[in-house]
């Protein structure tokens, strides 16, 4: 079975860090893709990064060189680090994880429920 659940949110003050991670998906094999998405109020639901193909990282403009995703691959967590937080980073962040299903290697495509990031003085 799949399940995502992402933890790691919270309200912090600009300039600081946060670490979120994502766990729940053993019951993939064969990832495709990993990656970070947030809607911040009143927006889109927009990309953070991603990993594909076991080891392509994509950051959006916003989160390069502040934010690093990154994997453990035995336990099966996904992590977003995320430094230098600003106000523009208020936003509900959801993993997401594409792979084959172990039990019938049918294609699953799964999204955790979120996590509240509110960065804030």
């Known amino acids: 079975q799949v399940n995502l659940v992402e933890s790691g949110g919270g309200l912090v003050r600009p300039g600081e860090s946060l670490r979120l991670s994502c766990t729940g998906f053993?019951?993939?094999?064969?990832?495709?893709?990993m990656g970070w998405y947030r809607r911040a109020p009143g927006k889109q639901r927009e990309l953070v990064a991603v990993?594909?193909?076991?080891?392509?990282?994509r950051y959006a403009d916003y989160a390069e060189g502040r934010f690093e995703i990154s994997t453990d691959n035995p336990v099966k967590t996904l992590y977003l680090q995320m430094n230098s937080l600003k106000p523009e980073d208020t936003a509900v962040y959801y993993c997401?994880?594409?792979?084959?299903?172990?039990?019938?290697?049918?294609?699953?495509?799964?999204w955790g429920q979120g996590t509240l990031v509110a960065v804030s003085s």
């Open positions: 997401n994880v594409q792979g084959k299903k172990t039990w019938d290697a049918s294609d699953g495509d799964y």
């Open positions: 990993i594909t193909g076991g080891a392509n990282i």
């Open positions: 053993g019951g993939l094999g064969m990832i495709s893709a």
